[in-house]
């Protein structure tokens, strides 16, 4: 009995959140593409610095650029506040944020062009710069079939909506992370589609040490390993905000990993090379990164806290 009510209970939880989810979706589509992304980029301004991940997010720009001061480390706080809020209130109208729309760039559209033309798969990497979902916007919008990971929301109910407001846009496949998501991804390969996925949290089970602004982290293997079983390349993407909802999207020039016979040696360089390319882009416009998550070691966090600054 006791389960079955917690199970009922839990269930109206996620039917409110559902309801919730609506509401905002709906507000969100009646207001103007750029009021929208002004909007939540004002309020997470507001109530960001709030939030205990301020906090987090200030020892990352310590851990990554220490010999920055407080004022510039400040400023590119209120920035990530501003690109998360702006990217937040903008995903219930991502199906008006495509190139098609002509709110993005496509740079190197030429590429694209080539990977949808070429009848060989590629696996798209890239790191959560600026408004992620233009990415998977971007690819579908120029014809390349493509499969999506992504994380399924815990309330399923959410997690649909979240589906149908990605169809909206044309991401109608997505393999969820996990032994299911891998064997879709394969699956998906093997019939000629390519992949895209985020490389730049941290994967503590099975995941490969390389540096990142100096340090070791933990990064995903699946890319890398993906492309050398395919005999493939990672195709790096980047997202850079222009003004408002507009936005640049780049194809940048592919990744070959290395295929030397040492599986492991060759993965490995392939993860380092997405990581060196991650770093790079975050270096240049360091306040579109999403900061507010642990990607770094705890012991790094620890000597942080040892210094104080914990």
């Given at each position: 009995m006791?389960?079955?009510?917690?199970?009922?209970?839990?269930d109206l939880?996620?039917?409110?959140?559902?309801?919730?989810?609506d509401v905002f979706t709906?507000?969100?589509?009646l207001m103007p593409t750029d009021f929208a992304s002004d909007v939540g980029g004002a309020l997470f301004r507001l109530l960001?610095?709030?939030t205990k991940t301020h906090k987090l997010a200030w020892q990352n720009l310590i851990l990554?650029?220490?010999?920055?001061?407080?004022a510039w480390r400040q400023r590119i706080l209120r920035e990530q506040w501003d690109s998360n809020g702006r990217t937040v209130f903008e995903f219930p109208q991502m199906d008006r944020i495509r190139p098609s729309t002509g709110r993005v760039e496509l740079v190197n559209a030429e590429r694209m062009e080539a990977i949808r033309t070429g009848g060989k798969p590629v696996v798209f990497v890239s790191g959560h710069l600026s408004n992620w979902e233009v990415m998977p916007a971007a690819i579908v919008d120029s014809g390349v079939i493509c499969q999506m990971t992504y994380r399924a929301a815990n309330n399923p109910y959410v997690d649909k909506r979240i589906r149908d407001s990605r169809a909206r846009y044309g991401v109608q496949l997505f393999a969820p992370k996990g032994g299911d998501g891998a064997r879709e991804l394969l699956e998906g390969m093997k019939k000629g589609e390519s992949v895209a996925l985020?490389?730049?949290?941290?994967?503590?089970r099975g995941g490969v040490s390389v540096p990142f602004f100096?340090?070791?982290v933990m990064a995903a293997p699946g890319p890398s390993r993906l492309a050398l079983r395919f005999g493939t390349v990672l195709q790096p993407m980047s997202v850079q905000r222009l003004k408002g909802a507009r936005f640049r999207a780049v194809v940048h020039d592919p990744i070959v990993v290395p295929d030397t016979g040492d599986k492991t040696a060759d993965i490995a360089a392939g993860v380092a090379a997405v990581t060196r390319f991650v770093e790079d882009r975050v270096r240049e416009r360091p306040g579109e990164w999403f900061w507010v998550h642990r990607r770094w070691p705890k012991e790094a966090y620890e000597e942080l806290a040892a210094r104080g600054l914990g």
């Open positions: 006791g389960d079955k009510r917690v199970s009922r209970l839990q939880a996620w039917r409110a959140e559902a309801v919730a989810y709906f507000l969100m589509r960001g610095p709030l990554a650029f220490p010999e920055k001061d407080e985020m490389n730049d949290q941290k994967f503590n100096g340090r070791e």
